[in-house]
Antibody
Framework: QVKLLQSGAELVKPGASVKLSCKAS????????MSWLKQVPGPSIEWIGW????????NYNQRFKGKATLTVDKSSSTAYMDLSSLTSEDAAVYFC??????????WGQGVMVTVSS | NIVLTQSPATLSVTPGESVSLSCRAS??????IHWYQQKSNESPRLLIK???QSISGIPSRFSGSGSGTDFTLSINRVESEDFSIYYC?????????FGSGTKLEIK
């Protein structure tokens, strides 16, 4: 069955960067679109962007350009998201999800990122 | 950006009641709306795609309707496992956006 397994919780200092991972299984990763989403307590969900695993092509929410960088490693069926120059506003739960057509049909379990000195 | 407004913010119901949750778009989006359920401390789960299309494995008591700007998620005879938060998401624009959610709670 389809599974998206995300890396564990992160505690990072302000100004630092963090790289989150999302390992996929149970489907053909190399022809899939993978997305990342942000959820802050509130609750609200924001779409960050997607990456096409086939060729690494990306599309970002303008709000996250310069903040998030999406990459994939087809050999390990893993999607990554780098978040840079972290501030308290980046503290959230981040999900990876498979984007099929225009909806998110499978989600990872989420990873909490805490920004604190 | 296309703004999705969900109402009510909180809905208190008794198990066995049938409910309708609303999602209104700031502009016409055809049927490019999808619904998710998120239980506490879990990731969202896709319930309905393209306004009314069912998803494999989702109970038949969940249904969706609407087009243009007004959309509804209906739950026929709410069960205890249905108490959670429901979100709508639009894909008419390449900038995907979500509503702020409706919390379904036990009365």
């Amino acid at each position: 069955q389809v599974k998206l397994l995300q890396s564990g919780a992160e505690l990072v200092k302000p100004g630092a960067s963090v790289k989150l991972s999302c390992k996929a299984s149970g489907f053909t990763f190399s022809t899939s679109y993978m997305s990342w989403l942000k959820q802050v307590p509130g609750p609200s969900i924001e779409w960050i962007g997607w990456i096409y695993a086939g060729d690494g092509g990306t599309n970002y929410n303008q709000r996250f350009k310069g903040k998030a960088t999406l990459t994939v490693d087809k050999s390990s069926s893993t999607a990554y998201m780098d978040l840079s120059s972290l501030t308290s506003e980046d503290a959230a739960v981040y999900f990876c999800a498979r984007l099929t057509g225009s909806h998110f049909d499978y989600w990872g379990q989420g990873v909490m990122v805490t920004v604190s000195s | 950006n296309i703004v999705l407004t969900q109402s009510p913010a909180t809905l208190s119901v008794t198990p066995g009641e049938s409910v309708s949750l609303s999602c209104r778009a700031s502009q016409s989006i055809s049927t490019s709306i999808h619904w998710y359920q998120q239980k506490s401390n879990e990731s969202p789960r896709l319930l309905i795609k393209y306004a009314s299309q069912s998803i494999s494995g989702i109970p038949s008591r969940f249904s969706g309707s609407g087009s243009g700007t007004d959309f509804t998620l209906s739950i026929n005879r709410v069960e205890s496992e249905d108490f959670s938060i429901y979100y709508c998401q639009q894909s008419y624009s390449s900038l995907f956006t979500f509503g702020s959610g409706t919390k379904l709670e036990i009365k």
